[in-house]
């Protein structure tokens, strides 16, 4: 009887077994991995191409090493021209840059630093500066970054475009207050107190009750002043952004009985008044948060400029604010508006809790030239 055999033979002559059930099954499992990893890259790209946004994949030396339909479009650029071709340092506004810098160096060294949503500006080529929003994280296991962009310019557009009505409007009611209710309250006032002596002459407990009227009267008045104050900063307009922000101050301490440190670099002056004026409010709503929430005993305002661009730094020992959320992401009208303004005024704001207290940070660019206001007032 022939007995087959079951060995294979290679060319050169020699015998090969046959490979075992083992390794049959071995071979069977990769190939099913590597078709399940195949499948899986297929859905990454199809997710990475209609995430709806621009999205891009950022290497550790900040290469861009892979961009998708909507990132091309923003940019009026192709994957052909970014992609291994293009640093992401290249493609950020430069007011921008060293903020965009340290956050990805942070991100790869100490993520907690490293915010995961905010904004900035990109420089495309067919469009200009866009104001983005990025919302950006680390792939697992990688060291490379992956961010998704919207493009926010109409609607930060749109936002200055309410906040500056919004501000037109707080002017003319602060004015009305001020000259006309202020006037007429103070002239009650005045009345009141002639009158006060004309009884006081026939009836001494009339004169008493006239008394308490003039006080209630010089309590609105006081009250009419302040309102107006808030509403139509007059210092910034008539003797420039120092002498609204120690008017502030002064109001601190008058109501709060807390006495802020105050320092203030002139070279500040050169915003012009809508930017002054966004500074200001910011200022205020910052130090009202602390003196009325966090019980402070310490308040520092310090307003400094250097290298181009101006900041802003309110330290207070106290806690007035959850650090979990964001500026935009904080409840409260007042926290909602900082934010806005900041944007309006193409600065960056900050709000962050320590062992210390709570610090508000304002960053932006001053512009050129040395006179003090862009709007000529106080020019040298």
Same mark, same amino acid.
């Given at each position: 009887?022939?007995?087959?055999? @079951?060995? &294979? @033979? &290679?060319?050169?002559?020699?015998?090969?077994?046959?490979?075992?059930? /083992?390794?049959?099954?071995?071979?069977?499992?990769?190939?099913?991995?590597?078709?399940?990893?195949?499948?899986?890259?297929?859905?990454?790209?199809?997710?990475?191409?209609?995430?709806?946004? /621009?999205?891009?994949?950022?290497?550790?030396?900040? =290469?861009?090493?892979?961009?998708?339909?909507?990132?091309?479009?923003?940019?009026?650029?192709?994957?052909?021209?970014?992609?291994?071709?293009?640093?992401?340092?290249?493609?950020?506004? $430069?007011?921008?840059?060293?903020?965009?810098?340290?956050?990805?160096?942070?991100?790869?060294?100490?993520?907690?630093?490293?915010?995961?949503?905010?904004?900035?500006?990109?420089?495309?080529?067919?469009?200009?500066?866009?104001?983005?929003?990025?919302?950006?994280?680390?792939?697992?296991?990688?060291?490379?970054?992956?961010?998704?962009?919207?493009?926010?310019?109409?609607?930060? %557009?749109?936002?200055?475009?309410?906040?500056?009505?919004?501000?037109?409007?707080?002017? !003319?009611?602060?004015?009305?207050?001020?000259?006309?209710?202020?006037? &007429?309250?103070?002239?009650?006032?005045?009345?009141?107190?002639?009158?006060?002596?004309?009884?006081?002459?026939?009836?001494?407990?009339?004169?008493?009750?006239?008394?308490?009227?003039?006080?209630?009267?010089?309590? /609105?008045?006081?009250?009419?002043?302040?309102?107006?104050?808030?509403?139509?900063?007059?210092?910034?307009?008539?003797?420039?952004?120092?002498?609204?922000?120690?008017?502030?101050?002064?109001?601190?301490?008058?109501?709060?009985?807390?006495?802020?440190?105050?320092?203030?670099?002139?070279?500040?002056?050169? #915003?012009?008044?809508?930017?002054? =004026? @966004?500074?200001?409010?910011?200022?205020?709503?910052?130090?009202?948060?602390?003196?009325?929430?966090?019980?402070?005993?310490?308040?520092?305002?310090?307003?400094?400029?250097?290298?181009?661009?101006?900041?802003?730094?309110?330290?207070?020992?106290? %806690?007035? !604010?959850?650090?979990?959320?964001?500026?935009?992401?904080?409840?409260?009208?007042?926290?909602? =508006?900082?934010?806005?303004?900041?944007? /309006?005024?193409?600065?960056?704001?900050?709000?962050?809790?320590?062992?210390?207290?709570?610090?508000?940070? #304002?960053?932006?660019?001053?512009?050129?030239?040395?006179?003090? @206001?862009?709007?000529?007032?106080? $020019?040298?």
């Amino acid at each position: 009887m022939l007995r087959r055999d @079951h060995r &294979h @033979h &290679h060319p050169s002559g020699r015998v090969l077994s046959r490979p075992s059930a /083992a390794l049959q099954r071995s071979r069977s499992r990769w190939r099913q991995k590597a078709l399940a990893l195949k499948d899986a890259m297929v859905r990454v790209d199809t997710i990475f191409e209609n995430t709806g946004t /621009a999205t891009i994949l950022i290497e550790e030396d900040f =290469t861009i090493s892979a961009i998708n339909d909507g990132f091309a479009r923003l940019m009026g650029m192709g994957p052909a021209e970014i992609e291994g071709r293009i640093k992401w340092p290249a493609l950020i506004h $430069a007011d921008d840059l060293e903020r965009m810098r340290r956050y990805h160096v942070n991100r790869r060294t100490n993520p907690e630093d490293a915010p995961k949503n905010y904004e900035f500006r990109l420089l495309s080529r067919t469009m200009g500066t866009r104001e983005v929003a990025i919302t950006i994280d680390m792939v697992p296991g990688t060291s490379q970054s992956v961010a998704s962009l919207m493009d926010v310019t109409d609607t930060r %557009r749109l936002e200055r475009e309410v906040i500056a009505v919004g501000e037109r409007e707080r002017r !003319r009611i602060g004015r009305d207050l001020h000259d006309d209710l202020g006037s &007429h309250l103070s002239g009650v006032e005045l009345l009141s107190k002639v009158l006060q002596k004309k009884v006081a002459r026939c009836s001494p407990e009339a004169s008493r009750d006239m008394e308490t009227i003039r006080t209630l009267i010089t309590d /609105a008045i006081e009250k009419t002043r302040r309102l107006s104050l808030g509403l139509y900063p007059v210092h910034i307009v008539e003797h420039g952004l120092e002498a609204a922000m120690e008017a502030l101050a002064a109001e601190i301490e008058d109501i709060f009985g807390l006495t802020p440190d105050l320092a203030f670099d002139p070279a500040v002056e050169r #915003l012009d008044n809508t930017a002054a =004026t @966004h500074l200001y409010y910011i200022a205020r709503e910052a130090v009202f948060n602390a003196a009325r929430h966090g019980r402070p005993t310490t308040l520092g305002i310090a307003v400094e400029a250097g290298k181009g661009r101006f900041s802003v730094r309110i330290r207070d020992n106290g %806690r007035w !604010r959850d650090d979990r959320r964001t500026p935009g992401e904080q409840e409260g009208m007042g926290l909602h =508006t900082m934010a806005y303004r900041a944007r /309006a005024m193409g600065a960056t704001l900050s709000i962050d809790n320590d062992g210390g207290g709570t610090c508000v940070r #304002l960053s932006g660019a001053l512009p050129a030239g040395t006179g003090l @206001h862009g709007n000529g007032r106080g $020019a040298m």
